[in-house]
């Protein structure tokens, strides 16, 4: 039986069509047609655009409020993981459990094994340098936390991977713990053929667009790594002028108090860059918790999808060699065997999910980083702005000053 493809199942949810998003008043006027105030407000525009376009949800699932857990073997972190759905297979419409990080690290490794053919979303890496990040702050728990959040979303969001059972048992099931012992069997039977599927057969090449697509993804996880190594250098260097400048304005307010005349200009300056100060560090901690994990998630997601591209070229690499096996034996009657068949199957469905997946991945990665980096520019803008306003504020301080007879 042909294994059904991403393209085949659930196309149920694509429902309900957006005929309302061109809403007008009574006399033909379209609502809010006036244009953003600023680059906030254009980024919150564009931000429920994409929402508009999403697909009718029947799940949602969030992860929030970590927890710290200090035993006598181990300390970790959990999280609580929120469900609120209306589909049939739950037998709840809401659930709530706590997971911690190894809970979701068993659930993307089986879905890599019952889905093989499917990208499976990344996780935030698991391990820290020691003695760098302190993996128990609060600043490394929250932007994990949004990791998280964002890999459940991910599978929320896909039209497959949000039915898989396992995922179905990791929201619901109060003792995951029980169901890692028992090693639940619940591989498909494209999952099973795949995971034996060994490195003794040899691709000869891949198909065009499967090779542009193994292009691509090394051309774009080496240009976000080298954006990725000059933001962190960037980074630094932001950090260590905000130790200047910590330095550096209290010198002014020194001076100030030996100076009775320039006392009221030079504690301006002071002020000044104190406020300069405290806006370099909020835009450092904005590229830090929002900039960076996306430029990472995105070189893990292609990495995600090279391994799938490989056990598709796996699955093409047999399907070859036995065809081959077929044309050597030179039977009588040149029926293709059932095995070679089913074969030929798992390439057509690697080829279908493959695609759809790097189909979705595209929209998801322009949506993604037109909003890295709208916020970007919006938070770069809000710094030169406050650094604007402090020193304009110190002019009325000089200018006003009476001269001395």
């Known amino acids: 039986m042909v294994p059904l493809c991403a393209r085949d199942q659930l196309g149920h949810r694509r429902s309900h069509s957006h005929l309302e998003r061109d809403l007008s008043l009574p006399n033909g006027t379209p609502v809010d047609t006036s244009s953003p105030a600023s680059s906030s407000s254009l980024l919150n525009r ?23 857990h200090v035993c006598t073997m181990e300390t970790y972190i959990t999280y609580r993981v929120t469900t609120k759905t209306t589909r049939a297979e739950f037998d709840l419409p809401e659930y709530s459990v706590r997971r911690r990080y190894q809970d979701f690290d068993w659930l993307r490794n089986k879905l890599e094994e019952s889905q093989p053919t499917h990208l499976i979303p990344p996780l935030p890496e698991k391990f820290v340098v020691k003695g760098v990040v302190d993996r128990f702050s609060e600043e490394f728990v929250e932007t994990r936390r949004k990791a998280l959040d964002k890999f459940l979303k991910r599978i929320t969001d896909h039209p497959v991977l949000s ?26 039977k494209m999952g099973e053929s795949v995971k034996y599927v060994t490195g003794g ?15 691509y993804l090394d051309t774009f996880s080496l240009k976000l790594g080298t954006i990725d190594r000059i933001a962190q250098r960037i980074i630094k260097e932001q950090l260590e002028y905000l ?17 009775v005349e320039l006392s009221e200009p030079l ?10 100060c405290t806006a370099l560090e909020e835009l450092s901690e904005d590229m830090t918790e929002d900039f960076l994990p996306v430029l990472r998630e995105y070189i893990l997601y292609s990495e995600s999808m090279k391994n799938v591209l490989k056990k598709r070229d796996q699955v093409q690499a047999e399907y070859e060699a036995k065809l ?26 690697f080829n279908a999910d493959l695609k759809a997946d790097m189909e979705r991945w595209q929209n998801n990665k322009r949506q993604d980083f ?26 009325p301080l000089l200018q006003d000053k009476p001269e001395t007879k």
């Open 243 to 259: 130790v200047e400048l910590r330095e550096y304005g209290p010198v002014y307010s020194t001076w100030g108090g030996l100076e």
């Open 201 to 215: 057969y040899k691709l000869r090449s891949r198909p065009l667009e499967f090779a542009a697509i193994g292009d």
């Open 324 to 349: 081959e096996a077929v044309a050597l034996k030179k039977e009588d009657r040149p029926k293709v065997p059932t095995d070679v068949e089913k074969c030929q199957d798992r390439v057509e469905c």
């Open 46 to 68: 564009l931000q429920l655009d994409d929402d508009l376009d999403g697909e009718t949800r029947d799940l949602f699932v969030t992860v929030d409020d970590p927890k710290k």
């Open 163 to 188: 039915f898989n059972e396992h995922f179905n048992v990791f929201l619901t099931a109060k003792d995951l713990n029980a169901y890692k012992k028992q090693g639940i069997a619940l591989l498909s």
């Open 267 to 276: 504690e301006g300056v002071s002020a000044c860059i104190g406020n300069c």
């Open 370 to 395: 037109r909003q890295l980096l709208m916020g970007m520019a919006d938070k770069n803008i809000q710094y030169y702005e406050k650094c604007l306003t402090a020193w304009e504020s110190i002019i």
